[in-house]
């Protein structure tokens, strides 16, 4: 079983910055794939940006390219979301997740994860 606890959101101006943990307990060597995932009220949730636990390979929602970096400390099993330049619409929950040894189907989509945490809200005031 994999735990997650996300930290770091908080209330911040438009064009500010906010760096989101994401630390895993647990049988993390079993995940493959980190991820996070945003939910805004009334929206769907939605990929924001997903890293590999060996070679750290990364993938990025089009909304996050060039504003967000996600990063890695295997030693700390934690993963981290830097979150630059942020915008009113970025306002959401913010998910960290993870998936089992394997998955099927893509990176981007909620149902390749199979542990989650509680969220962390960010707010973006304009």
């Known amino acids: 079983q994999v735990q997650l606890v996300e930290s770091g959101g908080g209330l911040v101006q438009a064009g500010g910055s906010l760096r989101l943990s994401c630390a895993a307990s647990?049988?993390?060597?079993?995940?493959?794939?980190m991820g996070w995932f945003r939910q805004a009220p009334w929206k769907e949730r939605e990929f924001v940006a997903a890293?590999?636990?060996?070679?750290?390979?990364?993938y990025y929602a089009d909304s996050a390219k060039g504003r967000f970096t996600i990063s890695k400390d295997n030693a700390k099993n934690t993963v981290y979301l830097q979150m630059r330049s942020l915008k009113s619409e970025d306002t959401a929950v913010y998910y960290c997740?993870?998936?089992?040894?394997?998955?099927?189907?893509?990176?981007?989509?909620?149902?390749?994860?199979?542990?989650w945490g509680q969220g962390t809200q960010v707010t973006v005031s304009s």
């Open positions: 997740a993870a998936t089992g040894p394997t998955y099927s189907g893509s990176y981007y989509f909620v149902n390749s994860y199979a542990h």
């Open positions: 890293i590999t636990w060996s070679v750290g390979a990364t």
């Open positions: 647990g049988r993390t060597f079993s995940s493959y794939l």
